[in-house]
């Protein structure tokens, strides 16, 4: 493993505001803050989570714009993590936390109507996998144990394949309802929170042509 791999994976064991908990870990007991978010933030705004956050380029930018909504981060990759605890830390953000854990498993973080919002940021299209894509209902019915009702998801991809799927199969059979939806966000004069961060391969892929679509819908 790289050295700084091992350093992050260190220093991550320092950062207040990153929680790593394993399943078997799950198992013994329910995660501390588990229908105590609000205590651990210290108030009652709006609880937002970023899922498959990455490095938390999203969770840290929609912290700095929103100060009065408190962002969670989640991701598997330690490593990745550790760039967002980092920069929230050093920048003294008291409306941020970072979870690493898999997405299978989130149900266990939250408690009933805990969380408000959801954003997932160019997730894994899992183009031969249905199921597995963030969107699916058997996703989202692990977001419902959580969020509250009418709660708004956010998916913002590369992948028209995944748009598609979304838009046209998951939302209307589940008769969820689109706020706003488009194939190509960047050539829309849409000025909301979706076209405010940029991660590094969204740069890439829009200076290359490709389209971001963005669908914002609630459950």
């Not at 050093?90 to 939250?110: C, D, G, H, K, S």
């Not at 009418?150 to 838009?167: C, F, M, N, R, W």
Request: glycine fraction near 6%; charge should be neutral.
């Amino acid at each position: 493993m790289p050295k700084h791999k091992l350093k992050r994976f260190a220093e991550n064991l320092t950062f207040d505001n990153l929680f790593q908990v394993s399943y078997e870990m799950l198992e013994k007991e329910p995660f501390k803050h588990r229908g105590h978010w609000r205590e651990y933030f210290g108030n009652d705004a709006p609880l937002c989570l970023e899922l498959g956050c990455g490095k938390g380029e999203y969770t840290i930018n929609l912290a700095r714009i929103h100060p009065d909504r408190n962002y969670i981060g989640v991701d598997i990759k330690g490593a990745r993590l550790w760039r967002g605890a980092k920069t929230a830390t050093e920048e003294q953000m008291p409306n941020v936390a970072f979870i690493r854990t898999r997405i299978e498993l989130i149900e266990r973080f939250f408690a009933q109507d805990e969380v408000d919002e959801i954003w997932i940021t160019f997730p894994d299209p899992q183009p031969k996998k249905p199921k597995k894509r963030l969107t699916s209902e058997c996703f989202i019915s692990r977001y419902k144990k959580f969020m509250r009702p009418g709660g708004t998801i956010h998916l913002k991809t590369d992948s028209q394949e995944l748009y598609d799927y979304t838009l046209n199969e998951v939302i209307p059979e589940n008769g969820y309802t689109v706020v706003f939806n488009t194939p190509d966000l960047y050539s829309t004069q849409y000025d909301g929170e979706a076209k405010l961060t940029q991660t590094f391969y969204e740069s890439m892929w829009l200076a290359q042509g490709k389209a971001i679509t963005y669908i914002q819908f609630k459950i």
